[in-house]
């Protein structure tokens, strides 16, 4: 069984991370600003490594399998139905952003960041959305 509480403070931490994003960060500065894109960047990182680590939990409490990856990691979350497939599919390509960030930082384009800050937050408080949903579900079965 999932240890709800160790998922929740995760999921809390992603909601932080994103909260700090929108509040703190000026996307249209990244390009330009080394303080602003090592912001954005760090933070992004944390935020989705936060996400791997949810999957983490997740997989090994509930026992949905050994991923060879992080991709494969999401996938067993879709097929045990902690989040929808589109979702999942996104979370696959945050988590290829990421390896970027974490093994290739001279090769960022900033724009990536840029267009994570501007488009996909949503993408990772949907995700902490699926799964505090099927928290809630498995806590009342």
């Known amino acids: 069984m999932t240890d709800a509480d160790l998922v929740r403070k995760k999921l809390a931490f992603i909601e932080t991370c994103v909260a700090d994003l929108r509040r703190l960060a000026e996307p249209a500065r990244i390009e330009h ?36 990856s992080n991709r494969a990691l999401f996938e067993l979350l879709v ?42 937050l949503d993408d990772l408080l949907g995700y902490v959305a699926a799964v505090r949903a099927r928290l809630e579900q498995t806590a009342n079965d």
């Open 79 to 120: 097929r045990a139905g902690w989040v929808p497939r589109a979702l999942g599919t996104v979370l696959s390509d945050m988590d290829g952003f990421r390896n970027i960030l974490v093994y290739g930082y001279q090769a960022v384009d900033p724009a990536a960041a840029r267009d994570v800050v501007e488009h996909h």
């Open 33 to 68: 600003d080394l303080r602003e894109e090592r912001f954005v960047e760090h933070t992004l990182q944390v935020a989705i490594q936060a996400a791997l680590d949810v999957g983490s939990h997740i997989v090994s409490d509930d026992r949905l399998g050994e991923p060879e």
